[in-house]
């Protein structure tokens, strides 16, 4: 089927809003859709301006890759309320045929005006983004009304556990005088008592008050930090007149808006937003296709599509329904778990098509909503932000409530048709910024580049894949399977042997001298040796270390690697190494590892190697506590984590193992045997982060020593 939205990979914004104007001339006419006429959804947000940070260019690239699955058409009718009337717009989506959702709007004073105008036509309003508590019965019992962003409660309570970890004791108080700005001044102050932290001081801030006045009684109050639940254009006036780095904001100032407009002196400027879930690879997915990440409500509008989306399927399973009823039923699922992804949000249509209850998870969490959906999910994730060299940083995302990670489940049979089936199978949930979220960059690369039906997993299944192994008990057999890590060895052999027809690639395990097995081993024994260089010319105190995941063979050349880099350039400077665990574990541990750093920092190591895959953000957060500590990431590009304390990163070319692995399937290519990668051949190397591109040095002056260290290194281990 022809796209109607080509242009995604590229600022799109006025190539969505050309499709916008042609989707009304051809839809304008307003009849009653059916099964054969395209899903329409209208959509009330910002194109443009400080509170644009929904990604309409992620909507697109949404609807044109369904689109390219087949199937009803999905078309956006977009309306930019960045510029126009917003009730105006309203009433006219509202009043035509041939819609029945709208996803919108933006802002909390937008949803009270246009709330009543859209569903009181009979139309279900989806909104991503506002947040505040509702103060009407009138919209709380509204069941045509639903929010996929979490309310400000959860938000407030975040922010003020988060201060009492960084052991702020008294807070002042500024809102903005808006609806959005009222909700965090009625929380506030419970939230604040319950974490034993005193607010000093409050004010209510509209555009005509003296902010210099503000700012001369915040002084007074002598507050530990500054609280601020306004929007972008308000928070530019407060670091005008306040340090940056004493500011904390709501997440209506997650905006480049700020950056733009502050430049250098938007640094230090520290926040709460909502965040995607980690374990669904959105995040990856998003900053693959746009090469950056997504905005605060990036995950949110997305589910607000994939909402509307299944909502249509389930009208036409049960046209007699009411919208109400349908989005309830979507939502309250039980049946086969299905994902985000284009390729998950197509099947759970088609489930629901059939009449069947697919239990759905979104990009922003598990989509799941109380009696009343007007007050959003009951869960979902935060991260505190904060602008370094530059650029969003983003904090590890932490739930607002208990949620159990979902894998999504195997498909009903025969729905991968005559697509090839691909088995990635991970050693964690993705969302550890390292290991596992590599190889998922790598398989989503892949599918973007070709057609197969791709299914996960995780070590946590490794019964259920065993017992689907051994039985030969396949729903869709795979035709490759990908396994990644040391833990897989033993399965992944005994898998690969009871099922010779199906090829298998492992990372990081041994040749199994089997006809349909390769193993790509990648060595970063160089790449680490010059990172041992770079950590020996950086530090301050003489004395620099490492914290890695457990003392295991996969471990072995990071250590080793950077302890002989360190010696190589200055034999005085002290190498120590902690381990998290003792084996898998240590890989899953954050906290621990975070004091493991603390306790590194207290011996004046003053530059720390992460190699702990998921663990590595405790020594993140540690490391940002005191701001002297360099980090060096490991496995991936890891310098967006912290841009001001990541130099550089020990990388290894998992995401293009992967993508080369589904590839070779596709074409037919599959070579059994072992592949090795080093430094040598490209497989590893270290990256510097652009805010520390001086050291190039490293690299240039170093390297061929660094690749004859490695291969003495691979002679003595043969």
């Not at 007074?220 to 004493?246: C, F, H, M, Q, T």
């Not at 980090?631 to 993508?659: E, H």
């Not at 599959?670 to 090795?676: H, S, T």
Request: hydrophobic fraction near 45%; glycine fraction near 10%; charge should be negative.
């Amino acid at each position: 089927m022809t796209s109607r939205l080509l242009f995604y990979r590229t600022r799109i914004i006025p190539a969505l809003a050309l499709f916008c104007i042609v989707t009304l001339a051809i839809s304008s006419a307003g009849c009653t859709a059916t099964a054969a006429d395209p899903i329409r959804i209208g959509v009330l947000l910002p194109a443009d301006g400080p509170v644009a940070l929904h990604s309409l260019e992620g909507l697109a690239w949404a609807a044109d890759a369904m689109n390219r699955r087949g199937g009803r058409t999905i078309e956006l009718v977009c309306r930019d309320t960045s510029t126009g009337n917003i009730s105006a717009y309203a009433e006219e989506l509202a009043g035509r045929n041939d819609i029945a959702i709208v996803i919108g709007p933006a802002m909390s004073a937008e949803l009270i005006d246009i709330a009543p105008l859209v569903t009181g036509r009979g139309k279900l309003l989806i909104s991503p983004s506002v947040t505040m508590e509702l103060a009407t019965e009138e919209l709380n019992d509204n069941s045509l009304l639903w929010r996929t962003s979490l309310a400000d409660g959860r938000q407030v309570e975040t922010i003020f556990l988060r201060l009492r970890g960084d052991g702020v004791r008294n807070v002042s108080l500024i809102t903005g005088a808006t609806p959005y700005g009222e909700t965090f001044a009625r929380l506030a102050p419970e939230a604040a008592a319950k974490n034993g932290i005193r607010i000093t001081g409050a004010a209510s801030l509209s555009a005509s008050d003296d902010l210099s006045e503000i700012a001369r009684q915040i002084v007074k109050e002598e507050p530990d930090i500054v609280v601020a639940a306004v929007y972008p254009e308000e928070a530019i006036g407060l670091v005008n007149v306040l340090s940056p780095d004493r500011l904390f904001f709501s997440d209506a100032c997650r905006s480049s808006y700020l950056i733009e407009h502050l430049g250098e002196r938007a640094e230090g400027i520290r926040g709460t937003s909502l965040a995607p879930d980690p374990s669904t690879g959105y995040a990856i997915a998003y900053e693959e296709i746009f090469g950056e990440a997504p905005p605060a409500f990036a995950a949110q509008t997305y589910d607000a599509f994939l909402l509307a989306l299944y909502t249509a399927a389930r009208q036409e399973a049960a046209p007699g329904e009411s919208l109400a009823a349908s989005i309830r039923w979507v939502v309250t699922g039980d049946g086969t778990v299905k994902g985000w992804d284009p390729e998950e949000a197509g099947e759970a249509m088609a489930l629901l098509r059939a009449g069947a209850h697919p239990a759905v998870t979104g990009a922003s969490g598990p989509l799941r909503f109380g009696e009343h959906s007007s007050r959003g999910p009951l869960a979902g994730y935060y991260s505190i932000w904060a602008i370094e060299g530059g650029a969003f940083s983003e904090g590890s995302p932490v739930p607002s409530a208990a949620i159990d990670p979902y894998i999504p489940d195997l498909s009903f049979a025969g729905s991968a048709g005559d697509r090839p089936v691909v088995w990635m199978i991970y050693p964690l949930e993705k969302g550890d910024r390292s290991f596992a979220d590599s190889a998922y960059r790598g398989l989503f690369r892949a599918q973007e580049s070709f057609s197969f039906t791709k299914r996960e997993f995780t070590y946590a299944d490794l019964a259920l894949l065993d017992a689907v192994f051994s039985l030969q008990n396949f729903t869709e057999e795979p035709d490759l399977v990908i396994t990644e890590g040391f833990e897989f060895t033993g399965a992944a052999r005994a898998w690969a042997a009871a099922n010779p027809d199906i090829r298998f690639v492992t990372l990081e395990q041994e040749d199994y001298g089997l006809p349909n097995a390769c193993d790509v081993v990648m060595v970063p024994y160089g790449a680490s040796y010059l990172a041992g260089v770079l950590a020996a010319n950086i530090t301050r105190t003489g004395h620099i270390g490492a914290v890695a995941g457990a003392p295991v063979a996969v471990i072995e050349p990071f250590v080793r690697g950077f302890a002989g880099g360190a010696a190589a350039y200055d034999p005085t400077v002290n190498v120590t190494v902690l381990y998290v665990g003792e084996s898998f574990e240590g890989f899953g541990m954050p906290e621990r590892a975070g004091d493991l750093a603390r306790d590194l920092r207290a011996d004046g190591v003053d530059v720390i190697l992460m190699a702990a895959g998921a663990s590595g953000t405790g020594v993140v957060d540690a490391a940002r506590e005191t701001g002297d500590i360099f980090l060096i990431g490991v496995d991936t590009d890891q310098s967006y984590v912290a841009p001001n304390l990541v130099v550089a990163s020990v990388v290894k070319g998992i995401d293009t193992i992967v993508y080369h692995a589904v590839a070779n399937e596709i074409a037919g290519r599959f070579a059994p045997g072992q592949e090795v990668w080093t430094l040598e051949n490209g497989g590893t190397g270290l990256v510097l982060s652009s805010r520390f591109a001086e050291h190039t040095w490293v690299d240039t002056g170093w390297r061929d020593r660094a690749i004859a260290a490695e291969k003495e290194y691979l002679k003595a281990v043969a």
